[in-house]
């Protein structure tokens, strides 16, 4: 949809949010080459130096009160934007002691998304003794994986991947999962739910092939990949459904959270889009705010969507930082906008600022195709669902809606 298709919206000036994510960049190496990859430097073996990473940590010690996140919360680190583990167990080892160190007296949770191809049992026994929850990147059963997830060479990593998630299992460690969704994906729903009900992981959370950040294109802007999309979870809902317990999905379970909030209907953004929620540090300092594939991106007229770098700046008062409100008012009027236009604002709640951004080269925009697929499509066919199953409960007279157009 095009920024002026509603009235103009019109940027306030919002307080900062407590931070829930602190997503740090080890190095932006990755040791694969997947075909989706949105990240702009991962030939790069740069390394975050220690002394960066305890700038870093000594701003979040003495971020103004609230701001550093919820009270009594502990702190959630994600290591990520590359593979985290191409970097040694004794980098790690000292990092979790420099923020242990600066942070003392607060509890802190690191997590890490990997590859899985180098998890072995000295990182499960790491994994184990410092607590890291792990997500591993596993797009399903080998002929999927492997036509996206490949070496540098070219081969496909699902046998290392599995071998990396036998070892996490041997260990006895929980691990979720995350797979991307393309086009071919979206054909195979009994294959990729077969695959993954059979894998123990705690969680599967599914994004599509976004066009993001590096990923300037996707294999779903093909005019069926809505229909697609519609088919796909329609039959993941049936198999969940049918076989209850076998397979957690995140997306599925987070449209019945939304419905469950205490504040669904009057809560006016998402952790992606409010200020302070995601703060993103790159390897070398720089830092923004939002989602987090926009660390190294650029902006065509505000310009690089870093504002800040850690040695010079203050993430938690950035509002002295001269293009951080500039880049703030315009997400502020895409989800805005989104609000005015869009039916499935209350679960959505403004989307990406990162898929706005690469696909529409500014922020304050509504419909992606991240969220047509993403958002609308799964949102209608959770609701479709619920509607019928109500409807099969209710006496024959029942006056309901459970329909995103009955819900705003
Ligand atoms: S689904 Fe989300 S991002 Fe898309 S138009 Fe609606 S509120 Fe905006």
């Given at each position: 949809?095009?920024?002026?298709?509603?009235?103009?919206?019109?940027?306030?000036?919002k307080p900062l949010r407590p931070l829930e994510l602190l997503i740090v960049?080890?190095?932006?190496?990755?040791?694969?080459?997947?075909?989706?990859?949105?990240?702009?430097?991962?030939?790069?073996?740069?390394?975050?130096?220690?002394?960066?990473?305890?700038?870093?940590?000594?701003?979040?010690?003495?971020?103004?009160?609230?701001?550093?996140?919820?009270?009594?919360?502990?702190?959630?680190?994600?290591?990520?934007?590359?593979?985290?583990?191409?970097?040694?167990?004794?980098?790690?080892?000292?990092?979790?002691?420099?923020?242990?160190?600066?942070?003392?007296?607060?509890?802190?949770?690191?997590?890490?998304?990997?590859?899985?191809?180098?998890?072995?049992?000295?990182?499960?026994?790491?994994?184990?003794?410092?607590?890291?929850?792990?997500?591993?990147?596993?797009?399903?059963?080998?002929?999927?994986?492997?036509?996206?997830?490949?070496?540098?060479?070219?081969?496909?990593?699902?046998?290392?991947?599995?071998?990396?998630?036998?070892?996490?299992?041997?260990?006895?460690?929980?691990?979720?999962?995350?797979?991307?969704?393309?086009?071919d994906a979206l054909q195979m729903p009994d294959a990729i739910f077969d695959?993954?009900?059979?894998?123990?992981?705690?969680?599967?959370?599914?994004?599509?092939?976004?066009?993001?950040?590096?990923?300037?294109?996707?294999?779903?802007?093909?005019?069926?990949?809505?229909?697609?999309?519609?088919?796909?979870?329609?039959?993941?809902?049936?198999?969940?459904?049918?076989?209850?317990?076998?397979?957690?999905?995140?997306?599925?379970?987070?449209?019945?959270?939304?419905?469950?909030?205490?504040?669904?209907?009057?809560?006016?953004?998402?952790?992606?889009?409010?200020?302070?929620?995601?703060?993103?540090?790159?390897?070398?300092?720089?830092?923004?705010?939002?989602?987090?594939?926009?660390?190294?991106?650029?902006?065509?007229?505000?310009?690089?969507?870093?504002?800040?770098?850690?040695?010079?700046?203050?993430?938690?008062?950035?509002?002295?930082?001269?293009?951080?409100?500039?880049?703030?008012?315009?997400?502020?009027?895409?989800?805005?906008?989104?609000?005015?236009?869009?039916?499935?604002?209350?679960?959505?709640?403004?989307?990406?600022?990162?898929?706005?951004?690469?696909?529409?080269?500014?922020?304050?925009?509504?419909?992606?195709?991240?969220?047509?697929?993403?958002?609308?499509?799964?949102?209608?066919?959770?609701?479709?669902?619920?509607?019928?199953?109500?409807?099969?409960?209710?006496?024959?007279?029942?006056?309901?809606?459970?329909?995103?157009?009955?819900?705003?």
């Amino acid at each position: 949809m095009e920024p002026d298709a509603v009235a103009p919206a019109t940027p306030s000036v919002k307080p900062l949010r407590p931070l829930e994510l602190l997503i740090v960049q080890p190095s932006p190496f990755c040791n694969l080459d997947c075909g989706y990859c949105y990240l702009h430097d991962r030939s790069d073996r740069s390394r975050m130096s220690m002394a960066t990473l305890e700038r870093l940590v000594q701003r979040v010690a003495a971020a103004p009160s609230g701001l550093a996140g919820e009270a009594g919360q502990p702190l959630c680190i994600v290591w990520h934007a590359g593979e985290p583990l191409a970097l040694p167990i004794d980098w790690y080892e000292e990092a979790f002691a420099v923020v242990a160190r600066a942070l003392a007296g607060r509890s802190v949770r690191h997590h890490m998304q990997t590859n899985a191809v180098r998890i072995d049992a000295a990182w499960c026994d790491f994994f184990h003794r410092q607590s890291v929850q792990v997500g591993v990147s596993l797009d399903g059963p080998a002929e999927l994986h492997d036509r996206w997830r490949r070496t540098r060479d070219g081969r496909g990593t699902h046998h290392q991947v599995m071998r990396g998630i036998r070892a996490l299992k041997d260990a006895g460690l929980h691990f979720h999962i995350i797979a991307v969704l393309t086009r071919d994906a979206l054909q195979m729903p009994d294959a990729i739910f077969d695959f993954f009900a059979g894998l123990d992981a705690e969680q599967v959370g599914f994004n599509i092939e976004e066009i993001e950040a590096a990923h300037t294109r996707s294999s779903l802007e093909a005019t069926d990949a809505a229909e697609l999309c519609r088919s796909f979870w329609q039959r993941m809902v049936k198999r969940v459904q049918a076989e209850p317990g076998r397979l957690h999905v995140r997306e599925l379970d987070s449209v019945l959270e939304a419905l469950r909030h205490p504040e669904f209907g009057q809560l006016d953004g998402n952790w992606q889009n409010q200020p302070g929620c995601l703060l993103n540090v790159g390897w070398q300092g720089d830092f923004c705010h939002g989602s987090p594939e926009l660390l190294g991106c650029s902006h065509p007229r505000l310009g690089p969507v870093v504002v800040g770098n850690v040695w010079r700046d203050d993430p938690f008062r950035p509002q002295s930082l001269p293009r951080w409100q500039a880049f703030q008012d315009e997400i502020d009027a895409g989800v805005q906008r989104c609000r005015q236009a869009c039916a499935h604002f209350d679960f959505c709640l403004g989307g990406a600022p990162a898929n706005k951004l690469a696909e529409h080269g500014r922020l304050d925009v509504t419909e992606t195709l991240a969220c047509r697929l993403n958002q609308k499509v799964l949102i209608d066919v959770v609701l479709e669902d619920l509607e019928r199953r109500l409807d099969a409960a209710a006496p024959p007279a029942g006056n309901h809606t459970c329909s995103v157009s009955g819900a705003r």
